[in-house]
Each structure stands twice: as structure tokens, then as C-alpha cells.
């Protein structure tokens, strides 16, 4: 039973690149979580996606940072034109539901690196 | 706004030591708490979670958690750690009407055999 998976697990990115970072959530979970963990800091939520929906970005900066979670295929966390204060590591959470108690499973993060 | 404090940011034990991590969590409503591990090398897993009834949780691995609401705490206790302990520790909570997880800024726990 795989888990939560993220790829790559490292990325390396030049200022001004696109950053794509992927997320397939476990067998079964249809809710999907983003946060970030910036160095010396704990993780920070990001967003909540649904199949095809967005449910709360509130923790998503306004500019270049979005996210997909599309019918088919992998969640997509999409960093436009990369700073040097976007390096972080990138964790994807899943769950079955949202409804009641939601325990979240980790995937085992991207770290990115802007250069 | 919803906040945690984990007050040790780095904590050093001598194996067979006891072990307690605090942590405080701000938010007025009911809420589901949280403690996660995170071994080096490794992704987050799940050492034991609080939503209702007891407020003395057991987890895996020997851990328990004991939640005061009085104090907002939910401070993480093991009376022996083994070297194998050696990892990083977040608290988190989740107010019951949101679906995100509040973390603390962590602890990094080293034990030493």
C-alpha cells in the first residue's frame, strides 16, 4: 500500500525558472494538502485541493505560487518565476475525507533549491 | 489567528533519560491535537493524536501525550528514550471547523547512546 508521493525530491531551480513540484496522493484519498517548511521553521499550510477543486488557499502567496489537483493525475503545486526565498521543502499531506477528524499521511517532501 | 509554541527548539538526552516536549497551542474552540515525528532522512508520521475523550493519549513507540485543556497544552512525554528516538518532533493542531494543521516550529530531540 503506497503512500503519499512527491516528486522530485529535489529540484534545483535557476531565479526567474518555473518550479513544478507533484504529489499523488494514497489509494483511496480524494483531499489534498500543501505546506512549506522554510529553513529553520515549522511547515506552513498552503492549500487545500479537492478533485478539481480548490477548498482554501488562504495560505498561498498572492503571486507565481498555484495549484491543480485535476480528474486524472497528480496534485501539481506550479512556482512561476522562482526566488531565492521560495527554497523550501515542499510537504504534500492526503486524507480520505475532510469531514470530522481528517489525519493527515506526509508524502516525504521536495526540497527545493533556487540558485 | 491559531498559533503553536513548541518552547525546546533543541533538546540532548543521554538514552534511558525521560523526555517531556511542551507544547501550547492558541485558539479559543474545540480542536484536534497532533504530534508528529520526523526521522532523518524520512517523511512525517503520525505518533499519536487527541480529538476526544481521554486526555492521556498513547501512541506508538512508547510516546504518550496528555492533553490540558485548561492550559492549552499537549506536551509529549516518553519515560525512556533509545537512540533510535533521535528526530525531529512537531506539534500541530486543527480547529474542528478549518481542515489545515497549525504546526510548532518543531524540536529537534539527539540521543545520545
Known amino acids: 500500500n503506497a503512500g503519499v508521493m512527491q516528486n522530485p525530491r529535489h529540484l534545483v531551480r535557476r531565479r526567474g525558472q518555473e518550479a513544478r513540484l507533484r504529489c499523488s496522493p494514497m489509494?483511496?484519498?480524494?483531499?489534498v494538502y500543501w505546506y512549506r517548511q522554510l529553513p529553520e521553521e515549522g511547515l506552513k499550510f498552503m492549500v487545500y485541493?479537492?478533485?478539481?477543486?480548490?477548498?482554501?488557499e488562504s495560505g498561498m502567496p498572492k503571486e507565481r505560487f498555484s495549484a491543480e489537483f485535476p480528474k486524472e493525475g497528480p496534485s501539481i503545486l506550479r512556482i512561476q518565476q522562482v526566488v531565492r526565498g521560495d527554497s523550501a521543502a515542499y510537504f504534500c499531506?492526503?486524507?480520505?475525507?475532510?469531514?470530522?477528524?481528517?489525519?493527515?499521511?506526509f508524502g516525504p517532501g521536495t526540497r527545493l533549491t533556487v540558485t | 489567528a491559531q498559533s503553536v509554541s513548541q518552547h525546546n527548539h533543541h533538546v540532548i538526552l543521554s538514552e534511558a533519560a525521560s523526555l517531556e516536549l511542551g507544547c501550547n497551542y492558541s485558539?479559543?474552540?474545540?480542536?484536534?491535537l497532533f504530534w508528529y515525528v520526523q526521522y532523518p532522512g524520512q517523511h512525517l508520521q503520525l505518533l499519536l493524536k487527541?480529538?476526544?475523550?481521554?486526555?492521556l493519549v498513547k501512541g506508538i513507540k512508547g510516546f504518550e501525550a496528555e492533553f490540558i485543556k485548561s492550559k492549552f497544552s499537549f506536551n509529549l512525554r516518553k519515560p525512556s528514550v533509545q537512540w533510535s528516538d533521535t528526530a525531529e518532533y512537531f506539534c500541530?493542531?486543527?480547529?474542528?471547523?478549518?481542515?489545515?494543521?497549525?504546526f510548532g516550529t518543531g524540536t529537534r530531540l539527539q540521543v545520545f547512546p
Open positions: 499531506a492526503s486524507s480520505p475525507t475532510s469531514e470530522g477528524f481528517n489525519e493527515q499521511y
Open positions: 489509494k483511496g484519498h480524494s483531499h
Open positions: 485541493l479537492q478533485k478539481e477543486n480548490i477548498i482554501d
Open positions: 485558539y479559543g474552540g474545540t480542536v484536534n
Open positions: 487527541y480529538f476526544s475523550g481521554d486526555p
Open positions: 500541530a493542531v486543527n480547529a474542528r471547523n478549518t481542515d489545515k494543521l497549525i
